[in-house]
């Protein structure tokens, strides 16, 4: 199991400036379990504390965290010259529209939340298996600042990643640090996500 010392272990391997990540550790190796069903990946975070938001409209202030993640994936790639503000506006959107999305054998998303200490955290989590033979399952948490405290001068630190494949699947997982109140100013709302973290895993089909 990935103990919180061999997560800081890990992390002080990478060039990650001032940044203190908690609370993680046991929910990033729920995301990189070999599941060949995604509640099985559902019932491994809830052992960790998260719970399954049912299928439906997203209360907005869920729809405000699960927009972070998204949002730091376009922004801190190529977002097509989109300002920010675009980029929420539209991932509102897609976000509530993944808590609508009916399950298709090949891709099947959840949506879950915790409360540590007075903040709420959330996150998605994507099972996609694109070829017969191939299980994808990606996990993108919205963490507050009791999760992930760090500092970036922008809006988006660039993403540090950790490789943590092994016999079983090619596994491993990114940090990116949001400066919150640059952003809330570039879009004219409050963001009360400090960070997001987001796992991937791969694996032959025939997993646990």
């Known amino acids: 199991m990935l103990k919180r010392a061999f997560l800081a272990s890990l992390l002080a391997a990478t060039p990650l400036q001032a940044l203190t990540l908690t609370e993680m550790s046991d929910s990033i190796e729920a995301c990189h379990l ?4 995604v509640d099985a990946t559902v019932d491994a975070l809830a052992a960790q504390g998260w719970v399954p938001v049912p ?3 997203l209360a907005p202030e869920i729809i405000e965290l699960l927009i972070w993640p998204q949002v730091a994936f376009y922004a801190t790639g190529d977002t097509g010259g989109e300002q920010i503000k675009a980029i929420v506006e539209l991932q509102r959107k897609t976000v509530a ?8 054998p090949q891709s099947k998303t959840r949506i879950l939340t915790r409360q540590i200490g007075t903040d709420v955290e959330a996150a998605l989590v994507f099972w996609l298996q694109p070829d017969p033979a191939q299980t994808n399952i990606i996990c993108r948490f919205a ?5 992930l405290i760090g500092h970036t ?3 988006f630190a660039a993403p540090q990643v950790v490789d943590q494949s092994d016999a079983t699947a090619t596994k491993s997982f990114s940090v990116t640090v949001m400066n919150a109140g640059h952003l809330a100013n570039q879009i004219a709302a409050p963001v009360n996500v400090s960070g997001v973290v987001e796992t991937q895993t791969s694996f032959a089909t025939g997993g646990n």
Request: glycine fraction near 18%; charge should be neutral.
């Open 97 to 104: 529209g993944f808590a609508k999305k009916k399950d298709i």
């Open 143 to 147: 963490l507050s600042s009791t999760s």
């Open 34 to 37: 070999p599941h060949a069903e």
């Open 55 to 57: 299928q439906g409209d």
């Open 153 to 155: 001068a922008g809006g």
